[in-house]
């Protein structure tokens, strides 16, 4: 049925039936491909449950008042992190109330008030978005220095620890705040300008009650990282042997990664199972810490 | 009276019952002036050359197909267009004889005597009570006693008696409707003497539309309006003074910039436009 | 209507005309200081830069007045606290990047696999479940990890069920652990850049007929690799700067690692080593903290920026 002419187009084949009868998406490499991917989450997972189930396994003979309320011994028997529950609560404490306040206001002063295209400005936001990336025992180093400059002897200090732990969390309160801060619409401030009231007003009375909720979230979210961190106050040199209760600004401390860390490199299995119990305890403190954020995250965020 | 043409009358099926009653002068005593004003965007230029004289206690429509500037303008006469990246206003704005643009002068006490009122109903995440005292709490208002300037606000606003059992509830629980509403009440709390409205019904049903016209024939009275709308019939239902905008093409860099075509009392735009251009938007030629 | 508020400002209510009042507006002091506190805050930042910066560089340059720099940088001894002392710091370096390195054969496929998964296959609902799960991961002190990686994956994992020839620390089993304390960085990361593939993309690809593995790996992929990249290049980061993990399960020994059954120490765990004995400030030890802390920083500081680039790049595209 070809045409004669030279320049012939094809003859028209009867297509190619559709029902195949196989599946495009469940061909062998499409399903060993989605095999693998399920695999890369089960590695991550089952990690993640062999990690929570060993610590358990190891610290579940010392989950126990002693734990709560013992001084750290030479008997492991005897020995408990109590000064280590004081110390973290100082240290985070401390933090909480020279971070916080620094973050929010340096977070306010970006979003709302800085003028974007000036070089500076995006030169303090580029600095802000490295500082989140060093490496935490470099702010040890910069506390060690900062104290050794000061004239200080005796470093391993409630106020030291905070100065490093603040510094280190300061660049992720500050991004934190600054999201929850562009989340309220323009809308409310353009209201509120339109009003006659000044930025400042606006910011104040309208902009962050509104972002409170994220800012909490965010907060909460960074102090449990400082809770957790241990590398910047080995460097001020916490790894001291403490049995008194830490009880100021300017008392000795230790805090409880710094204890893990502590039982961890003892050679006798009894250290073991106290590091074990202890890291218990952290999780379980991080966990009740991150649950209040999810949970303030959902019952107070606006929908706008 | 002459008899309509026939494309200007079917376009606009409205009454002028506003227009006719009041006998308005042939031209408005200014209480907002612009004398040459351009708005830029940074090199872009928004508007070019207005001469305007706004009417006091008078409702003013800005009209025109969108793009030609209106907004603009509009934000350019409480100064809100300085919170625009770039934005740049040259010409004079006088308001009372002041120029709004001078150097001493202060953009937020600019804002608190010429109020806007926005497209979207934007209330504030507070009660409506708070809403309303919002205000003057901020620009620092002597009040003797704040229930009672909450409830003048929204008896001016036509609010109050849908609201009174309910002040301290949020405000995002009222309907679109009622939001403007309060969004007026809040504008009136701090007593402006100049109220813009950028297309405050277009986020608005039909009967919610037809309140807030009621309520602008009301506030006439006591405020100044200039509201900027892209519906034609409005301006024609509310509008004392009537300004139709167009949006020209610049030949070499081919922006459009929006410049006045033709201002005149309602009636006359409508029934006799003066510019073919007023002619084509009123009877639907394009636009 | 009652006007109960004195009435202030112009005279548009029609009343008889009073004197235009001008627009002086309130002189507001306190509010210039408040605006001037939050610049402070935000000046902190670039103190706190310039004070690492400071921190760092001067202790260091008396450091380098005692050690040649290329002793320092190309030495292959490092015994700082010997009385013959030896300061090359190549055994720091090299057991920093067989760290690095095992990491990211951990987290790199697994990682990508994550984010793959949640951004291309997972339904919203199973997203919005996995995706916090795996930021467990993240939050995770690193202490306890250190624990993990020395108890289990060394002592257990690698002595007792695989009966490899290693002794109490090695290499392999922090940067293992490091790995996977790292996939939460690089899925979250990626996971993003994939998302931001706009749908069309992807609805463009099924139109022709490929099936979802392939429009994965040849249109999204290739659409989000600046992310991709950036989200590898945040992990190494992340796994040059771990301190802890290397700190319990590396081991302490500085030396030439060839074998990552080996135990070593890295820059990270020097520091934190190092810092536990009695340093006099200004002494030769005390310096050394900082040279090594300085060189440290530097490499972050450049892995950072590199980072920093591919994000932007990946967030403007869309």
């Given at each position: 049925m070809s045409p004669t002419s030279t320049t012939a187009t094809q003859p028209l084949r009867a297509s190619a039936p559709i029902?195949?009868?196989?599946?495009g998406e469940m061909r062998p490499s499409a399903l060993a491909f989605l095999l693998l991917l399920w695999l890369s989450l089960f590695v991550a997972f089952a990690v993640l449950i062999t990690l929570l189930i060993t610590i358990f396994l190891t610290g579940q003979n010392k989950l126990s008042t002693a734990l709560l309320f013992n001084f750290p011994s030479a008997d492991p028997d005897e020995a408990g992190a109590r000064p280590a529950i004081l110390g973290s609560v100082w240290a985070i404490g401390a933090t909480a109330v020279m971070t916080l306040p620094l973050g929010i206001a340096a977070a306010v002063h970006l979003e709302?008030?800085?003028?974007?295209?000036r070089w500076f400005n995006r030169f303090i936001e580029l600095n802000v978005q490295n500082l989140a990336a060093v490496p935490s025992i470099v702010y040890g180093l910069l506390a060690l220095a900062f104290l050794s400059m000061l004239g200080?002897?005796?470093?391993?200090i409630v106020i030291g620890g905070a100065f490093a732990l603040t510094l280190l969390i300061l660049p992720v309160i500050i991004i934190a705040t600054r999201e929850a801060l562009r989340a309220v619409p323009r809308e409310i401030r353009d209201g509120s300008l339109a009003l006659g009231a000044t930025q400042w007003q606006t910011t104040w009375r309208q902009v962050l009650p509104a972002s409170v909720p994220g800012i909490a979230t965010g907060s909460i979210l960074a102090l449990s990282r400082a809770l957790g961190e241990a590398a910047p106050l080995l460097v001020l040199g916490a790894l001291v042997y403490i049995t008194f209760d830490?009880?100021?600004?300017l008392s000795g401390y230790t805090t409880l990664p710094i204890q893990i860390f502590n039982w961890t490199g003892r050679p006798q299995e009894g250290f073991h199972e106290l590091a074990g119990a202890t890291s218990i305890l952290l999780l379980a403190v991080l966990i009740l810490m991150n649950a209040l954020a999810i949970f303030i995250r959902n019952k107070f965020q606006k929908r706008w | 009276m002459s008899t309509p043409t026939g494309s200007a009358a079917t376009a606009t099926h409205t009454n002028f019952h506003a227009a006719e009653t009041r006998r308005l002068a042939a031209t408005p005593s200014g209480l907002i002036r612009c004398e040459d004003v351009n708005v830029y965007y940074g090199e872009f230029?928004?508007?070019?050359g207005v001469n305007l004289e706004f009417g006091r206690n008078e409702i003013t429509a800005l009209i025109g197909?969108?793009?030609?500037g209106k907004s603009t303008l509009l934000r350019s006469l409480n100064r809100?267009?300085?919170?625009?990246?770039g934005a740049r206003v040259e010409g004079t704005v006088l308001f009372q004889d002041e120029?709004?643009?001078?150097?001493?002068?202060?953009p937020i006490e600019v804002r608190r005597r010429i109020g806007m009122v926005f497209q979207k109903p934007n209330p504030f995440p507070k009660s409506i009570y708070d809403n309303i005292a919002y205000g003057p709490r901020v620009t620092g208002m002597k009040v003797d006693n704040m229930d009672d300037l909450v409830e003048e606000a929204l008896t001016r606003s036509a609010l109050w008696g849908e609201v009174k059992d309910k002040?301290?509830?949020?405000?995002?629980?009222?309907s679109g409707g009622q939001q403007q509403r309060l969004c007026i009440a809040r504008t009136i709390a701090v007593q402006p003497d100049v109220i813009l409205m950028d297309?405050?019904?277009?986020?608005?049903?039909p009967i919610a539309t037809s309140r807030i016209e009621d309520l602008m024939h009301e506030l006439r009275k006591d405020y100044t309006i200039i509201i900027v709308t892209h519906n034609m019939q409005q301006a024609a239902r509310v509008a004392d003074r009537t300004a139709f905008f167009t949006a020209l093409a610049d030949?070499?860099?081919g922006d459009r910039t929006g410049v006045l075509v033709e201002y005149d009392l309602t009636r006359n735009i409508f029934e006799?436009?003066?510019d073919q251009r007023t002619e084509d938007y009123i009877s639907g030629r394009f636009g | 209507m009652t006007a109960i508020i004195e009435r202030r400002g112009g005279?548009?209510?029609?009343r008889a005309p009073a004197p235009a009042s001008s627009f002086a507006g309130r002189r507001r002091p306190g509010e210039f200081l408040i605006k001037l506190a939050l610049r402070l805050a935000a000046a902190v930042t670039v103190v706190t830069t310039v004070g690492i910066l400071i921190a760092l560089l001067i202790p260091s340059l008396s450091f380098f007045a005692e050690v040649p720099v290329l002793e320092f940088l190309f030495?292959?001894?490092?015994?700082?606290?010997?009385?013959?002392?030896?300061?090359?710091?190549l055994p720091l370096v090299t057991a920093t990047l067989w760290t690095t390195l095992i990491a990211l054969l951990v987290a790199v496929p697994f990682g990508l696999g994550a984010a793959t998964l949640l951004a291309e296959y997972a339904r919203p609902r199973v997203r919005k479940v996995l995706k916090p799960l795996l930021e467990i991961l993240a939050g995770i002190p690193t202490v306890v990890y250190g624990f993990f990686a020395l108890?289990?994956?060394?002592?257990?994992?690698?002595?007792?069920?695989?009966?490899?020839?290693?002794?109490?620390?090695s290499v392999l089993a922090a940067g293992l652990v490091m790995g996977v304390m790292i996939i939460p960085t690089i899925a979250s990361i990626a996971e993003d850049a994939m998302s931001a593939v706009p749908q069309a993309l992807r609805q463009g690809s099924a139109a022709l007929g490929a099936n979802r593995m392939q429009t994965t790996l040849r249109v999204v992929f290739p659409a989000a690799l600046s992310g991709i990249v950036a989200a590898v290049v945040l992990g190494i980061s992340r796994a040059v700067g771990e301190t802890m993990i290397v700190a319990i399960a590396a081991g302490n020994q500085a030396q030439l690692v060839t074998n990552p059954l080996d135990q070593g120490q890295t820059m990270t765990g020097f520091i934190a080593n190092a810092a536990l004995g009695d340093s006099r400030v200004g002494s030769l030890e005390y310096n050394t903290l900082f040279a090594v802390g300085l060189l440290l920083f530097l490499i972050t500081l450049l892995i950072n920026f590199i980072s920093i680039r591919f994000v932007r790049r990946f967030r403007e595209a869309y």
């Open positions: 029902a195949t009868g196989r599946n709302e008030f800085a003028d974007r295209k200080v002897t005796n470093k391993n830490p009880n100021g600004l | 230029r928004a508007v070019t197909p969108s793009g030609c809100m267009n300085d919170l625009v990246d120029d709004i643009y001078a150097k001493a002068v202060d002040l301290k509830q949020s405000a995002f629980g009222l297309e405050p019904c277009s986020a608005l049903d030949e070499s860099t006799q436009p003066q | 005279p548009a209510s029609g030495g292959t001894r490092w015994a700082p606290r010997f009385a013959d002392a030896s300061f090359g710091v108890q289990f994956v060394q002592g257990t994992v690698l002595r007792d069920w695989l009966h490899l020839p290693t002794g109490a620390f």
